[in-house]
């Protein structure tokens, strides 16, 4: 079988974020152009499409001490889990993942109750009002079903991010993730998964795609869930709700029990 | 078009909310969400895909693209994935990849502008929306009065990157038409002269697109002054980022921790400006502990040629093949003799000749000359430690191949010639230069053009040759410009056309370039945005996207191979927008036949294409029909050309072997084909150098200092180290909507060390006033509180600091503009920026 996988290298990564700017580009193309559309009319159009939100990210993570400074390029995106807390945390279903590994959501099936992006520890989907579904990362499997690479790997000038089948034993994800000593798998002291590898020196490990990330900027912050959850009322109580807050609070204890 | 999931991914472009959208008001937004599905409706047929290839435009990079094209969309660009590009491979950067949103943005100039009322300059108030011919009529009533009066002198081209790099030759018939020898760029002397001078004093050649650090084979590369993964030139960075790993030391020298530091092994906080002093500092260890490749410097540098006490050149002849021959010390036969013919020709020592003169050769004199410079010397010039700079300087000559970095940018400091000159002789040392592993030269760098001497009423020889500037001519000094339009020095510049390029935030000084602006007869403006300069302007001429336009045959610089590549229009124009080329020759035809006639014929003089065959191809097929004509005189095969966008000549390996070819037989573009430790260009020029100056021109190596050196009196005082940022280039891309998305917070703020900042009560995130001690002027911005610079110095990107009302997507809180902080001066040699030569006082606001 397949299991796509993409490694990100740290000590690679230059901070250009052509990898973002391409996934906006080939994914979120439609939803920046009504932005850019809507910010324009506005008279606050630099904060309209700051808040702009993407599938992945790159944060300058600065850190040390003059003059034994450091500077690492964390990377948001999703991390195509196995049993991840996203499908565990979805009452009908629309989130999925495939037997490639690839989690998805079926656009039909999702109700917007957004239990998902509560229940992702990684900030990595959004309520998308454009495609009226919850928005993430896909690994670009429209374009890997015409053979070519997701749209970020495909750009990425430091060839940062690598993209393949886990399973294949010859592909350069597998020997990296094999040979590499400084691979990083988030999740893998629980029972989340992660399909994203980080090459990550030891002294950056503890910050490879950390959800707590240390520098939250307003946009992450943006889509925390404790506001909207206060917005439920209602509807939180539905016994739908109650079994998606059960299976999220699980999945997020095991989370948190992992990391410590 | 495969995959059912592609399909789904252009269904999203047609969803149409429906009926629910009419309940929805009547629900929370919440709410709504739970009346899914929603089905698509009404799609409509798809064309199939179309990649059109092209060149990026985002940056000066020129990287090749692929632009993938729906139903008269561009979806998206991305590198040659199917067709490396020598260039950059498949590879393009975030600007790159935000091309679309260039393309698509709202604040685009959609059609020509005039406004006749001259006192409304530097605003946006007046103007009103013009036809094509309108505008081109006004121009060539205006050109052809000024043609009859004899005043053509007064009109003059100021170009940016793009102009300079690819259109220059196309935009200089125009001038020729109309008879003025005034075509200037801001790239030049604001940007990488006084860099690429010091380069080309010891090898000939030196601007970034015609030489190249050969980070495949490098293991061992210092960077200095640059900051390669954060201004991404992706030919540079697909280069050095996927070596990473690979090399044995990265050593990165910057006031402040760049992008590039971040990927190093060793950060060298150095004092901004003083470079030189570590450079100089590394030829005294590499020279004193006899690290040096001999060999190298016997076979292809001048350091054997015989020089007289008076540091002058002891005999030369003029060979055959325009090359100097000079003397050197024959070991062998214990005499003098000609360069070639020495069987082991001494690198020490004083000799006397058989006519009674004494002479050393060159490397004698620079060992003399460095014998000062000891690292604990530099340490107190530079700040860095005596024992590092040993331990650079032994394992930068014991680690082969070392090199240190071309640079690309080179405009900050008065020693800024200096300095690289230096770098390219630390190079030599270790025997790197044209060798595998060190700088090469490009396929550009070889496809040597033949100089060409500018007319002699060029503005810029004019100027220099009155204030002392030996390289104003060949520097295209953009401060002669300015002081011909302000001061009418040396003679008055009233007309001018600024093509892509926005002289009010690049050249220093924002009020006083606007003033000057001010004082113009007419100022026409080709750009696609609404930009600070645009303000100024009596005729705003809008030009197409780099997505939207045909393009002549360009040669490819900065690449390792020599190639030729153009663009292909990959959507029609969206809006009422031109050609660069189509506006030039549109008004050289409202001015009459004659003129149309002669920019043919000049212009198939530049790029030795039948003026005729010129003529009726463009006629014809528009700007594609030049490029049709020179391809078809070029032989080049378009069906490749068409696929791909570029065409290789030769590859990498022929222009690796035609560099080493020229190393081993001497025929370097230098004045003695080899690699030059004494400068004979330099040597010429010292005899106009006035004296002040010297020290700047010497033709061996010299400590100059940088006019700021120890001139911080206070805390809240501070040098500047200036860069770019890696979403954005120049002050152009600050309206892309989704660049200023990617831009990291920080990027957008001054950055002053923890330490320092707590001394002044300045929190991270604060406003802060910043005042330029040069220009006086004080400029609000935001910190950040940062361990990645010097105390004593700030760090600021120059890509921000616009005031254009029309760039709706600029930030909305206050950046440096940084013209604002500088005034109108320039470096001693070739009338160039020195954009880092200030002082700042910073308070909180």
């Not at chain 1, 350069?172 to 040979?179: L, P, S, T």
């Not at chain 2, 709410?31 to 929603?38: E, M, Q, S, T």
């Not at chain 2, 390996?653 to 020229?662: A, T």
């Amino acid at each position: 079988v397949t299991r796509y996988a993409m490694v990100i290298d740290l000590n690679k990564c230059l901070g250009c974020e052509a990898c973002a700017a391409a996934c906006i580009a080939e994914n979120r193309r439609i939803q920046a152009l009504k932005t850019i559309e809507k910010a324009a009319g506005s008279s606050d159009a630099y904060k309209k499409v700051r808040d702009f939100w993407l599938r992945t990210r790159v944060i300058p993570v600065y850190t040390g001490k003059y003059p034994f400074s450091k500077l690492v390029f964390m990377h948001n995106i999703c991390l195509h889990c196995d049993n991840a807390p996203c499908v565990a945390a979805c009452p009908t279903g629309a989130t999925y993942q495939r037997p490639d590994g690839i989690v998805l959501v079926d656009h039909t099936k999702c109700i917007g109750c957004q239990y998902c992006v509560y229940a992702c520890p990684y900030g990595a989907r959004v309520w998308d009002p454009e495609i009226n579904a919850i928005d993430k990362c896909t690994f670009c499997e429209h374009l890997l079903a015409e053979g070519q690479p997701p749209a970020c790997v495909q750009t990425c000038p430091a060839h940062a991010r690598i993209f393949g089948d886990l399973e294949d034993p010859e592909s350069e994800v597998a020997r990296i993730v094999r040979e590499n000593k400084n691979v990083h798998r988030l999740g893998s002291d629980w029972r989340a998964k992660a399909g994203v590898f980080f090459v990550v020196n030891p002294e950056f490990k503890e910050l490879a795609g950390n959800p707590k990330f240390p520098d939250k900027e307003e946009e992450l912050e943006k889509h925390q869930p404790l506001y909207r959850l206060a917005g439920w009322g209602v509807f939180a109580l539905t016994v739908l709700g109650l079994a998606g807050h059960i299976i999220y609070w699980t999945a997020k204890k095991s989370g948190e029990e992992g990391e410590a | 078009v495969g995959g059912s999931l592609g399909l789904e991914l252009t269904r999203r472009d047609f969803l149409k909310l429906s009926a629910v959208a009419g309940a929805g008001v009547l629900l929370s937004s919440h709410g709504l969400r739970f009346l899914k599905p929603v089905r698509a409706q009404g799609i409509v047929g798809e064309e199939k895909e179309r990649y059109v290839p092209g060149i990026c435009a985002m940056c000066p990079a020129d990287c090749n693209i692929l632009v993938r094209v729906r139903n008269g969309r561009a979806e998206r660009i991305m590198g040659p994935e199917w067709f490396p590009s020598p260039k950059n491979k498949n590879k393009i950067c975030a600007r790159g990849n935000s091309g679309i949103f260039r393309l698509y943005n709202p604040d685009r100039l959609k059609q020509p502008l005039i406004r006749d009322d001259k006192s409304l300059r530097g605003t946006w108030k007046g103007f009103r929306a013009a036809s094509w011919n309108e505008a081109y009529r006004r121009i060539a009533d205006h050109l052809k009065k000024l043609v009859a009066e004899g005043r053509s002198r007064e009109i003059a081209i100021l170009g940016g990157w793009l102009s300079c790099e690819v259109y220059s030759t196309y935009l200089f018939p125009f001038l020729r038409a109309v008879g003025s020898p005034n075509g200037l760029g801001t790239p030049t002397s604001q940007c990488f002269f006084p860099k690429a001078f010091g380069w080309t004093s010891v090898i000939g050649l030196g601007m970034h697109s015609q030489i190249l650090t050969d980070y495949d084979n490098v293991n061992y590369l210092i960077v200095m002054r640059r900051n390669i993964a954060g201004s991404i030139p992706v030919v540079h960075g697909v280069r050095f980022g996927q070596n990473l790993g690979r090399y044995k030391k990265v050593v990165v020298v910057d006031p402040r921790f760049s992008e590039t530091a971040a990927k190093a092994d060793e950060w060298i906080p150095i004092k901004p400006g003083t470079d030189l002093a570590l450079l100089l500092a590394m030829m005294n260890v590499i020279i004193e502990e006899k690290l040096y490749d001999e060999d190298y410097l016997k076979k292809y540098t001048n350091a054997p040629m015989l020089l007289t006490e008076e540091l002058k050149p002891y005999k030369t002849i003029k060979g055959k093949n325009g090359k100097i021959k000079y003397y050197v010390w024959d070991k062998a036969g214990n005499r003098a003799v000609l360069h070639e013919e020495a069987a082991e020709p001494a690198l020490e020592g004083t000799y006397t000749t058989e006519d009674e003169v004494k002479v050393k050769p060159v490397f004698e004199f620079l060992k003399e000359k460095v014998k000062d410079y000891t690292p604990e010397w530099a340490e107190n010039i530079t700040d860095v430690p005596a024992a590092k700079i040993r331990n650079l300087a032994r394992e930068f000559a014991t680690t082969k191949p070392a090199a240190i970095d071309t640079g690309w940018h080179g405009a900050r400091h008065a020693n800024e010639m200096m300095t690289w000159r230096a770098a390219g002789i630390v190079n030599a040392l270790v025997g790197s230069l044209l060798k595998t592993g060190g700088i090469i030269f490009t396929g550009e760098g070889l496809e040597l053009p033949k100089a060409s001497t500018p007319s002699p009423e060029y503005v810029s020889v004019v100027w220099g040759e009155k204030h002392h500037i030996p390289l104003a001519a060949a520097g295209m000094s953009a401060q002669a410009l300015y002081d011909a339009m302000a001061k009418g020095d040396p003679y008055p510049i009233k007309t001018l056309f600024v093509i892509a390029t926005n002289p009010v935030l690049n050249i220093c000084g924002r009020v006083e370039c606007g003033e000057a602006l001010k004082k113009l007869d007419m100022l026409v403006v080709i750009d696609i945005l609404p930009i600070d300069t645009a303000a100024y302007a009596d005729i705003i001429l809008p030009e197409h996207t780099y997505l939207e336009r045909d393009d002549p045959l360009f040669n490819m610089p900065y690449a390792p191979a020599v190639a030729v590549e153009t663009r292909f229009k990959a959507v029609d124009p969206l809006y009422n927008t031109r050609h660069v080329i189509d506006m030039m020759v549109g008004i050289l035809k409202a001015m009459g036949e004659e003129y149309y006639e002669k920019y043919w014929e000049y212009l198939g003089g530049e790029i030795n294409v039948d003026a005729s065959k010129l003529r009726e191809y463009y006629e014809r097929y528009g700007v594609r029909g030049i490029m049709l004509a020179q391809a078809e005189t070029r032989k080049i095969p378009l069906d490749e050309l068409m696929k791909k966008g570029f065409v290789v000549i030769e590859g990498e390996d022929e222009v690796r072997r035609k560099d080493l070819e020229l190393l081993e037989k001497g025929e370097l573009p230098t004045p003695t084909g080899k690699v030059e430790l004494f400068s004979l260009k330099l040597f010429e020029l010292l005899e106009g150098c006035p004296k002040e100056k010297i020290l700047y021109c010497l033709p061996l190596v010299e400590w100059a200092p940088p006019e700021i050196l120890n001139k911080r009196r206070s805390d809240d005082e501070f040098y500047v180290a200036y860069g770019k940022v890696p979403t954005m280039t120049h002050t152009s891309a600050a309206d892309n909507p989704m660049l200023q998305r990617l831009t990291p917070t920080q990027d957008y703020r001054v950055w002053i060390n923890r330490e320092s900042a707590e001394k002044l009560g300045i929190r991270n995130g604060d406003k802060i006033i910043v005042k330029s001690l040069k220009s006086g002027r004080e400029v609000e911005a935001i910190a950040f509180v940062t361990e990645h610079v010097r105390p004593d110095t700030i760090w600021l990107s120059w890509d921000f600091g616009q005031h254009s009302e029309k760039l709706r997507f600029k930030q909305d809180f206050p950046t440096v503009t940084y013209s604002d902080l500088l005034i109108p001066d320039y470096e001693p040699l070739a009338g160039a920026a020195k954009k880092a030569e200030i002082i700042v006082k910073i308070r909180k606001a």
